[in-house]
């Protein structure tokens, strides 16, 4: 399992991200402390839709329990902290690689802020409900 997809089954409660904008439906697992993740009624069309998980809630919940300030909004390294993964340069650089990045590496704050951006985006396509304002070029 890639480094994106456990960052989303952490955050989402799924083992594999989809690669449509829409999430397989099914049950969701717990989250690792027990509490199933919030989930919002999803609007109707024909077929049932898959469920839509209250990103904000899980992480402001998960990081109001944290002995550290994580700023999961801006810092992928928070991000990834509050939800229980490694955060350091080689974890981050595989991301980059899984997710495509094409830029250097060697330019850490870069590369943060695109891989911030991009998991943000797999969040929501992969039926995470975040802040529009994250969502934002």
Do not use: C, F
Not at 53 to 73: F, M, Y
Not at 108 to 137: C, F, R, T, Y
Request: proline fraction near 7%.
């Amino acid at each position: 399992m890639g480094l994106l997809a456990t960052l989303l089954g952490k955050i989402l409660g799924k083992g594999t991200p989809s690669t449509q904008s829409t999430a397989a439906s099914g049950a969701q697992p717990p989250l690792a402390s027990g509490t199933p993740p919030p989930v919002a009624a999803a609007p109707t069309s024909g077929t049932a839709p898959a469920p839509v998980v209250d990103v904000t809630a899980i992480l402001d919940g998960l990081s109001s329990k944290s002995s550290e300030k994580l700023d999961w909004r801006n810092s992928i390294v928070d991000l990834m902290k509050l939800v229980g993964m490694d955060s350091s340069y080689s974890a981050r650089t595989e991301l980059a690689k899984e997710l495509h990045y094409t830029g250097s590496t060697s330019d850490s704050a870069a590369m943060n802020i695109w891989l911030h951006k991009q998991v943000i985006m797999k969040i929501a396509e992969n039926g995470g409900k975040v802040p529009q304002d994250l969502l934002k070029s």
